[in-house]
């Protein structure tokens, strides 16, 4: 007997999967607003991020040298400045997790967009809520008063229309990674990418207007703050946090174990699908990520105790 699935719309297989990622959604919608205008810290970089806003508004110094009374995060000031006027005269936690949000939604959005121009609306919404759904592994970031949640927007959207064929899209996608590197620097890496993915598409024309712009506004901002900070600015950037016995561990392998975990079954979806529709290659490029993905999940140790993901609430 015929499934009753085989004479409706093909294109309703592909919302079943998309209706959980819309429920998904919803719950955590629902966590982000009970958290909202709760008045004191989530996390204890909130409360230092409010302070750096403050310090802006009243035209204080944020890169200066160590002191007693104040040492500024490792962070371009970019998240801060933006709270700093939107906050005016109520800075407060809610202003700065309502920015964060609206960074997060941006990063969500643009994945639709640009997975559901190519493989269809509902594998757009499911792409959006498997990114929506790390919101527990990651620490509970995305609405948190911190950098994160803008630079995640800022990225995306410069990643959605680097993909794009729009004839400024070099310049474009250029300016928004610089807007991204200017709130967290670590989205200067993906600059590289998308210069590769320009020259591989377009030209080395293209990929040069989009470097022009990406590393040429990068570079005027750091050496302006580098001169207006005596040095400073670079100095809490990099050199300090570069001091750090923890952050190469972090880097490697803490990355790869962290992303096994909560990735694995995202890394084994994607290289499927990338192989049914790349041919040749594509088989071999997702067969080698699965086989990545299968072994980091299942034969790599998971983080536990203090370096497990913490609870939502």
């Known amino acids: 007997m015929p499934s009753p699935l085989s004479k409706a719309d093909p294109r309703i297989v592909h919302w079943i999967p998309a209706l959980g990622a819309v429920f998904l959604a919803t719950r955590i919608f629902g966590i982000w607003a009970a958290r909202f205008r709760y008045p004191y810290d989530l996390e204890w970089m909130e409360g230092g991020m409010l302070a750096h806003a403050w310090r802006l508004q009243r035209g204080l110094p944020l890169y200066t ?30 202003v700065g997790r309502a920015i964060s949000i609206a960074g997060v939604s941006v990063a969500a959005a643009a994945l639709a967009w640009v997975v559901g121009r190519r493989g269809g609306v509902g594998l757009g919404v499911v792409c959006a809520g498997i990114f929506l759904g790390c919101y527990q592994a990651s620490g509970a970031f995305y609405d948190l008063v911190r950098p994160d949640g803008l630079a995640i927007g800022l ?28 709130v967290k620097h670590h989205s200067a ?125």
């Open 65 to 94: 040298e160590a002191g007693p009374d104040w040492l500024p995060y490792v962070y371009p000031p970019g998240y801060s400045a933006v709270l700093a006027v939107l906050g005016g005269y109520d800075l407060s936690y809610a």
């Open 155 to 182: 990225l995306a959207a410069a990643i959605a229309v680097a993909v794009e064929r729009w004839r400024r899209a070099p310049e474009i996608a250029g300016a928004l990674l610089f807007l991204a590197f200017a």
């Open 189 to 313: 890496a993906y600059g590289f990418a998308l210069a590769a993915g320009f020259w591989a598409r377009d030209g080395w024309r293209a990929a040069g207007r989009f470097g022009g712009v990406s590393a040429g506004l990068g570079i005027a901002f750091t050496l302006a703050l580098e001169w207006v900070t005596d040095g400073h600015f670079l100095l809490w950037l990099l050199a300090v946090p570069a001091s750090h016995p923890m952050v190469w561990g972090r880097a490697f392998p803490g990355s790869m174990l962290e992303m096994g975990g909560v990735l694995a079954t995202a890394c084994v979806v994607a290289a499927g699908g990338l192989a049914v529709h790349s041919g040749r290659a594509g088989l071999a490029i997702g067969g080698g990520l699965a086989v990545i993905a299968g072994t980091l999940a299942f034969l790599l140790p998971q983080p536990t105790g203090i370096d497990a993901a913490p609870p939502v609430v």
